[in-house]
């Protein structure tokens, strides 16, 4: 945990966290967004689930993890059930902690959850939403009963909020929240250790290995990434890496076997985030085909070691990566769009300058104190959003 910043002008009170079951890669955010909170509030709860419960970890008195019970299931039916038992669990864990957390920050989707909202409003707290991608957006992924409900939900629990907050000014027309611009605050909880995320191999020195490391899920692209890379020669001058784990881990894995990709293609699985430093120190350039974004943190990680990315324009994405300068932006995810601009990207003449000024950028804002300012500016506007 790291050292909690006393902060003025902010009166100091108990704040809950809303998660929902999370897997592995919703875990560093929610740590980060904890120990930010954690410099107003002398006592925190985090209502999580699934990987969540690894806050434990923290060791911190301070810090009550309330667990939500949920099971993974595939047949709709089962999901829909699953979804309202962890809305009614996450409802009554809200209300046993009622008497102590006067504000609740619903992060990483879990604002779709409606009943639980609904039961935030009716025992008088603030609700405050951080809003890490567009429901709407990334259901457009999906097209199935479950990410229509959530989004409907989404609609609904926007109104109902005291404060949303987006990571950049871009996310406020890119998922069109401009009939909410009264409540809308700008902050994340994006903050790296730098001394960890750092370079230690220089670019000259890397192969042409081209990365996608994440979730492997419909709204994030990687159906894109490995049909893009049925482009390149299968001579091994470019070879590919794919990390992470997620529903499309078997379609992926039969397209590369099928397509006789395997030979220039590695697929490690999950990266623990010990390890991710050494993957990205090696990687030429990282490439996220996202078709929705809020501020991937994969991004950021790459940046911090030197590594380019290639990304689409989408979420927050842009206001970071300046094409040419601090990275490369893409048209599109198509296969043949992804594999043009990965050559380009490679063939860049300051391909090491654009990795230095990312660098530079990471070092100047995504610092622990940089966020804990920003949260600080939030806090204080939900508190004359009270008066």
Known sequence: MRLRVEIANVSRQEIGIITGPISKAGLVPLSNLVDIIHSFSDSIYVITGGDGMNL??????????????????????LRISNYIRTQLNISLNLTGATKNASIWIFFLDSHSLLLAVLTAKLLRKKTLFLLAAS??????????????VSRYSEIIT?????????YSPNLINTWSLEKYLGKISIAHEHILDLDYFNLSKDLS????LIGYIGRLSEEKGPINFIHAISEFPKDGSIKFLIGGDGNLLDKITTYLNDNYLTANTELVGWIPHMDLPLYLNN???????????GLPNIMLEAMACGTPVLATPVGAIPDIIKDGETGFLMENNSPECIAANVIRALKHPDLEGIAKRARALIEHEYTFERAVERWRTVLKEA???SR
């Open 205 to 208: 020195k890397r192969n042409d």
């Open 158 to 166: 926007l109104k109902l909020a005291n404060r949303i907050i987006v």
């Open 283 to 293: 990687l030429k350039l990282l490439v996220i085909p996202s078709y929705s974004e």
């Open 383 to 385: 508190d004359s959003n």
């Open 135 to 148: 429901i709407t957006n990334s259901g457009k992924a999906h097209n199935s009963i479950l990410s229509n």
């Open 56 to 77: 434990r970890q923290k060791n911190d008195p301070t810090v009550h993890i309330l667990e939500i019970n949920s099971k993974k299931r595939k047949r709709t039916l």
